[in-house]
């Protein structure tokens, strides 16, 4: 008899033949996210989990666990998982970081140049007839990026990467990490470590690129946007939850900073009505951080070759902890 795999939902075909040659998989279709009482279910008799960052698996849901013995999450980020009751239990769980770092910086540059230059902003005012009110020389201006000073918080894959880029732009890098990276990093990015509160006061953009945690929950709130310049640009690629939303509802409509990227919310995904929809100085984007072509077969090859090695009792390419 073929273990059992459940998958919360599909993959790439070339994914799924792969599985199905080893596995009697379930692929759960219909509402997304799989509902818990479902995948509460399910997860009494697989062996095999293939989920997604909105799947909650946490502490709960795993004791609810007879025979699991991999996680293989189809994406970066694991802040749905609760990895150490995972590791308690003896389950491995797998994950897929770097395939996705430059596309995931892309877009992050991507919401960067956006705000600044005022794209989607114009593209709204083509599309409502208005092109004819933006005629005066002074009437629709954007933001240079050479020249600005680039704030990253949390310097590692995907942070270094962006850095990468701005240097390309000649954006002065400024970063901000529990660590400083090495000298030599330093010097090849063009970046250089500062304090926290430095990162804040001084960045023109400031990018966004660290877990969700305890202490990273609501980090960026009124008091930090008080602190920001008015010029400043906020731009999020890594957890919505990292930013107070309301916050910064706030601060955008009270222009306290000038502008917003986001591509994570905390609540995804967020509805028409809602009141960040309503505002010009912000684009938004719908968590597509690693949502290109290639980089998305990437992942779903990780994201099976992580699942068959933690069914053999082997650690996953790309394992948490364990
Ligand atoms: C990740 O991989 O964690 C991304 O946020 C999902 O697209």
């Not at 962006?162 to 002065?172: H, N, P, S, W, Y």
């Amino acid at each position: 008899m073929k273990k059992k795999v459940l998958l919360t939902r599909t993959l790439h075909d070339f994914a799924l033949k792969e599985l199905r040659k080893k596995y009697q998989i379930e692929i759960h279709s219909g509402k997304i996210p799989i509902p818990q009482t479902k995948l509460r279910s399910r997860i009494k008799e697989i062996e095999g989990l293939i989920c997604f960052p909105y799947d909650k698996i946490d502490k709960e849901m795993i004791k609810h666990a007879r025979n699991l013995k991999v996680i293989s999450t189809y994406s970066v980020g694991f802040d749905h998982i609760d990895t150490e009751y995972a590791k308690e239990k003896k389950i491995r769980v797998g994950y897929t970081p770097e395939v996705l770092t430059d596309a995931t910086a892309d877009l992050a540059f991507s919401l960067m140049l956006d705000i600044a230059r005022r794209v989607s902003e114009g593209d709204r005012i083509i599309r409502n007839g208005k092109w004819n009110e933006i005629y005066g020389a002074y009437d629709y201006v954007g933001t240079d990026l050479q020249g600005k000073t680039l704030g990253i918080f949390g310097l590692g894959r995907i942070g270094s990467t962006l850095a990468k880029r701005a240097k390309a732009f000649d954006m002065k890098i400024i970063y901000h990490n529990r660590k400083h990276v090495s000298k030599s990093k330093e010097k090849a990015l063009g970046a250089k470590y500062v304090s926290f509160e430095k990162l804040i006061s001084d960045s023109d953009f400031l990018s966004v690129h660290v877990p969700h945690t305890k202490e990273t929950d609501h980090l960026f709130n009124l008091k930090i946007f008080r602190k920001m310049k008015k010029t400043a640009f906020l731009i999020n690629t890594s957890r919505g939850k990292v930013v107070n939303q309301r916050d910064l509802e706030s601060a955008l409509k009270k222009k306290t900073i000038s502008g917003a990227g986001l591509d994570v919310f905390e609540m995804e995904p967020i509805k028409k009505n809602n009141p960040l929809c309503k505002l010009e100085n912000i684009v938004l984007a719908p968590h597509i951080g690693s949502s290109t072509k290639e980089t998305r077969k990437k992942m779903a090859e990780i994201t099976v070759k992580n699942l068959i090695l933690g069914m053999n009792g082997k650690k996953p390419i790309y394992s948490v902890g364990y």
